[in-house]
T-cell receptor
Framework: TQLLEQSPQFLSIQEGENLTVYCNSS?????LQWYRQEPGEGPVLLVT?????EVKKLKRLTFQFGDARKDSSLHITAAQPGDTGLYLC????????????FGQGTRLTINP | NAGVTQTPKFRILKIGQSMTLQCTQD?????MYWYRQDPGMGLKLIYY???????DKGEVPNGYNVSRSTTEDFPLRLELAAPSQTSVYFC??????????FGPGTRLTVL
């Protein structure tokens, strides 16, 4: 069974600070995605990374896929209150690629 | 996501009652999924479908059933509701690289 472990599970920081969220596994994934979920809504896709070592930027958010495609990180620069939410990583396995495995999520709170 | 519609948005059931959660997508995608999300947790896959007439079990299928008679619709059936099925249910469709696009969810309480 493929598992994704996210850390930290909870993070509360002040506006303007930087932060990194980690998503780790012992399994190899063919692709990995990050989603953000607001209270009372469904998750919304932020990014997909496919190639080992790949780095993608989305404004102040930087996503990295590990060289071995077993882990990923999300770095937010100069966090803003609008970044508050539940961040979920999800991996598509090499076998059974039509299914995603989700991490348990990181609940991020940015205080003004 | 405007591409996925879920009804109802909220429902309270008594133990032993049954209900169907409706899910419709208008993007003509073959892959569709049902997840449940318990408070403070990630998503667990209940059932999925790779096309009309084809369904398969996910991680937590017990107590649920699905059907996929058309590409657009993927209803989830609860036959004998139990308190353990209190959760938020999300339907999604999948596209390239299995990127998934979720509906707004159905919040179900079983008392």
């Amino acid at each position: 069974t493929q598992l994704l472990e996210q850390s930290p599970q909870f993070l509360s920081i002040q506006e303007g600070e930087n932060l990194t969220v980690y998503c780790n596994s012992s399994s190899v994934f063919s692709s990995l995605q990050w989603y953000r979920q607001e209270p009372g809504e469904g998750p919304v896709l932020l990014v997909t990374v496919v190639t080992g070592g790949e780095v993608k930027k989305l404004k102040r958010l930087t996503f990295q896929f590990g060289d071995a495609r077993k882990d990923s990180s999300l770095h937010i620069t100069a966090a803003q209150p609008g970044d508050t939410g539940l961040y979920l990583c999800a991996g598509s396995g090499v076998q059974g690629a039509q299914k995603l495995v989700f991490g348990q999520g990181t609940r991020l709170t940015i205080n003004p | 996501n405007a591409g996925v519609t879920q009804t109802p948005k909220f429902r309270i059931l008594k133990i032993g009652q049954s209900m169907t959660l409706q899910c419709t997508q208008d993007m003509n995608h073959n892959y569709m999924y049902w997840y449940r999300q318990d408070p403070g947790m990630g998503l667990k896959l209940i059932y999925y479908s790779v096309g009309a007439g084809i369904t398969d079990k996910g991680e937590v299928p017990n107590g649920y059933n699905v059907s996929r008679s058309t590409t657009e619709d993927f209803p989830l059936r609860l036959e004998l509701a139990a308190p353990s099925q209190t959760s938020v249910y999300f339907c999604a469709y999948g596209s390239l690289y299995n990127e998934q696009f979720f509906g707004p969810g159905t919040r179900l309480t079983v008392l």
